[in-house]
């Protein structure tokens, strides 16, 4: 599979959501950021913007839910036609459960781990999701710096998904650009999030491309 560039809306003009859905028809997949204020200090959009987005998304929705109790909330966003419904491991109470109700309404399940959560603990539910994401800044805000200690741990997320022999996506959000996707591409990702990137770039369109066959080396 070739590298997947899902462009964040965070960066996006919030008052013209459907003219910048339309700037990245290009891409693979609209990231669309969750916040709740409560699991991380920043409150961003609801179920209810992310049922119309849905509907006017040229490219599938990939939800990242960075809220509490995403075992009570997660569900209807893929109830809500998103196609990638991203959970934060830090919060959920039953993942399992969680992502087996995900895939049962339909969406791709995916576990995310702030920069400082490791992977090894959560190893033996990759059998259970269609994707990790590993978070390159501390999640709430757009437009920080990419944290160089992640990359081993993307390493060894890649290494361990390999071995398992599963079809794990490794996805990574943060600080992704045209200065760092090459090393992040090489530790393994192959699904990147990229919101100021993409957004701040003159022509939205190319950067996509750009970003992509970076990626692809
Ligand atoms: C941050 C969000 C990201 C954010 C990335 O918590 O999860 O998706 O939009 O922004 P950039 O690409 O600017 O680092
Ligand atoms: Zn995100």
Known sequence: MGALIN??????????LERDLAAIRGAD???????DNHFVPNLTLGLPVVERLVQVSPVPVDAH???EDPDRWAPAFAEAGAASVT??????SAPVRLARELRRHGARAGLALRPATPVEPFLDLLGEIDMLLV?????????QSFIEGTLPKIRR??????????DVWVQVDGGVS???????????????V????????????????????MADG
């Open 7 to 16: 462009p964040s809306i965070l960066s996006a003009d919030f008052a013209n």
């Open 29 to 35: 997949y609209a990231h669309v950021d969750v916040m």
């Open 65 to 67: 839910l960075m809220i």
């Open 87 to 92: 959970f934060h491991a830090e919060a959920a």
């Open 135 to 143: 978070m390159t800044v501390e999640p709430g805000f757009g437009g």
């Open 157 to 166: 997320a890649r290494a361990a998904i390999d071995a398992s022999g599963l």
């Open 178 to 192: 045209r200065s760092t996707i090459e090393r992040i591409a090489d530790a393994g990702a192959t699904v990147f």
């Open 194 to 213: 990229a919101g100021s990137a993409v957004y701040g770039a003159d022509d939205v369109a190319a950067e996509i491309d750009v970003l992509r066959s």
